[in-house]
């Protein structure tokens, strides 16, 4: 009799805890349907309460930038809480100044959705959509660069403006993750999108897109950033690139030709070996059709015995220092190692570039 | 049963007995979370209820089922489930109304189903025969304790973020010292109440 008792008091305290549990789990936890007021009213949704903020924002198809997917590491899914959000959390702190903080910026994979809301995200987001493609080449471009071009399948076409990127989603051990690569191709390319992928040794996926092959599905977001170039015809752009850091500036320059054939525009790019050299004679075509267009390589290391090199050498910033008089009308566009960008900007401002001409991005 | 008023006992579970500095049970989330004193408060706060309301339940549960129906023998089980589901209760409690209270806990909230002193109180109200009102006081006395100790350390701590530790004792070490330390310093209440 008592190993009957013994089964049925136990069973019967863990059922009683597991329906308290429950009834807790409902009352606590469920939070009913919540409003998400996005931009004063420019967009309204209803979401589940209790997911964090990001995930309700991306079922409900408004993209926020997120690499690392809500794991507190990458920083990017910044939006502005206006009310109901709760205080700013601990997690937070290492991402957001305090500057941001007290204007309400939080990282959306943080916040919990528990009540009505009322957020604030940059216009362009809400142009974000998700775009599946299918891969119609896959080029290598240099040992460890290679080139993806996506034909686009649902929606058929992207509109973007030319230096703005996309996130790719790729598949990991713990499930899909997203990475940013900017869109190579130029804007009046809308059935398309080119990425230049360089690959990092155990970078999940720079790994996985140098694998696809042709015909390959693909699923990525876009566009996002910040990249706004001057429309003013007489604006002189510089590019400046390293690396894969060519993507965005090989979208710039062909579209600014599609539009303007002859505006004054300079390509400056730099590599360590010529083994590094790639697009250089695409460049060099696009130069001899429009004579205001300026290429420069340059090569960081010393010459190899075998190599043969006509071009600059040493770093690209002294080749930028050469090539530019001070006092022109210019816009610039960056690229690269954080080094690169730092020692870049120093010489474009003594060119007299003003902070707000000048867009990077360092990766 | 001990004849002890409640009172009493709610007052040697602070002082005299104090489960984490007298019994050194709790030692882990004690050692974790004892750097700054909000934190500290808060968790203190989680565990005084967490062990005041598994005391009084699991007295129940032992009083009127386990004894009477002689299976006695089952009670670390059902003492175990009752905390784990109890501390489940706190984190979702403590995640609806303090978010960052409950991101500044992170992993301890949940681990606290597994603090020794949560148990051990609802032991030693088995051990020691207390009845229902003297196992009340014994388990909010003993939460009050490990809560008054772990927010003496936090206030220690941040003494000694000002002050020169030599470098092998910094972190955990000077912390067990600190903590021994204190220990002795209870120990000179000890002549005031006795409840073994």
């Known amino acids: 009799m008592v190993y009957v008792w013994a089964i049925v008091v136990f069973v019967g305290v863990l059922a009683g805890l597991s329906i308290l ?9 469920d939070y009913g349907v919540c409003q998400v007021d996005i931009n004063a009213g420019e967009k309204v949704l209803e979401v589940e309460g209790g997911q964090t903020l990001l995930n ?21 899914c910044k939006v502005t809480v206006l009310s109901g959000g709760g205080a700013i959390l601990p997690t937070e702190r290492a991402f957001v100044t305090r500057k941001e903080a007290r204007a309400g910026v939080r990282l959306a994979c943080q916040v919990k959705v528990r009540e009505d809301m009322q957020i604030r995200i940059p216009e362009d987001l809400l142009n974000v959509k998700m775009f599946s493609a299918t891969v119609k080449s896959a080029l290598t471009l240099t040992h460890d660069i290679k080139e993806i071009r996506m034909a686009l399948v649902e929606p058929a076409e992207i509109s973007h403006r030319p230096g703005q990127y996309v996130q790719v989603q790729a598949p990991s051990s713990e ?15 809308p059935n398309v999108v080119d990425l230049v992928i360089r690959i990092i040794p155990g970078g999940i ?3 996985y897109l140098h694998s696809v092959a042709e015909g390959d599905p693909m699923i990525f977001t876009g566009p996002y950033g910040e990249f706004r170039l001057n429309e003013d015809p007489e604006t002189e752009v510089i590019c400046v690139g390293g690396g894969a850091g060519m993507a965005p500036m090989r979208n710039i320059i062909y579209s600014i030709y599609d539009r ?18 790639f697009y250089l004679k695409e460049y060099q075509e696009l130069a001899a059709k429009h004579p205001n267009f300026h290429v420069v390589y340059a090569l960081s290391d010393p010459l190899g015995p075998d190599e043969k090199w006509d071009g600059e050498t040493g770093f690209i910033h002294l080749s930028v220092d050469k090539h530019l008089d001070p006092g022109v009308k210019r816009q610039a566009f960056l690229c690269g190692p954080p080094p690169m960008i730092d020692a870049v900007m120093g010489v474009l401002e003594a060119k007299g570039l003003r902070e707000r001409d000048i867009f990077y991005d360092k990766f | 049963m001990s004849e002890t008023s409640a009172w009493v006992i709610l007052i040697a579970a602070i002082f005299t007995n104090n489960i984490l500095l007298s019994n050194f049970l709790g030692m882990c989330s004690f050692l974790a979370c004892s750097k700054q004193i909000a934190t500290a408060l808060g968790l203190g706060a989680a565990v005084i209820f967490v062990m005041t309301g598994t005391t009084i339940l699991n007295y129940w ?28 209760f706190v984190e979702m409690f403590i995640e609806r109304f303090s978010p960052p209270l409950y991101y500044a806990l992170g992993i301890f909230l949940p681990l606290i189903t597994v603090n020794c002193a949560i148990l051990g109180a609802s032991l030693f109200m088995v051990i020691r025969k207390y009845s229902f009102v003297q196992s009340v006081g014994f388990g909010l006395g003993a939460g009050l304790g490990w ?8 206030g220690l701590q941040r003494k000694m973020l000002y002050s020169n530790v030599p470098w092998p004792f910094r972190g955990v070490a000077i912390t067990m010292i600190i903590t021994g330390l204190m220990a002795m310093a209870f120990m000179g209440f000890a002549g005031m109440v006795n409840i073994q």
């Open chain 1, 260 to 277: 303007w054939p002859d505006r004054s525009c300079w390509l400056f790019f730099g590599c360590r070996t010529t083994v590094d050299i």
């Open chain 1, 56 to 76: 309700s924002l991306n079922s409900e198809k408004v993209f926020i930038p997120s690499a690392c997917g809500g794991k507190v590491s990458c920083g990017f």
């Open chain 2, 147 to 154: 809560a008054l100790a772990i927010v003496l350390i936090a």
């Open chain 2, 61 to 88: 549960i032992y009083h009127g089922l386990l004894v009477p129906l002689k299976i006695d023998h089952l009670q670390f089980i059902v003492f175990i489930a009752v905390i784990a589901a109890f501390v489940q």
């Open chain 1, 21 to 29: 549990l429950t009834v807790a789990e409902r009352l606590l936890v």
């Open chain 1, 175 to 189: 499930g899909p993750v997203f990475r940013a690569y900017s869109v190579a191709s130029p804007v009046y390319e």
């Open chain 1, 205 to 207: 996926a720079s790994t």
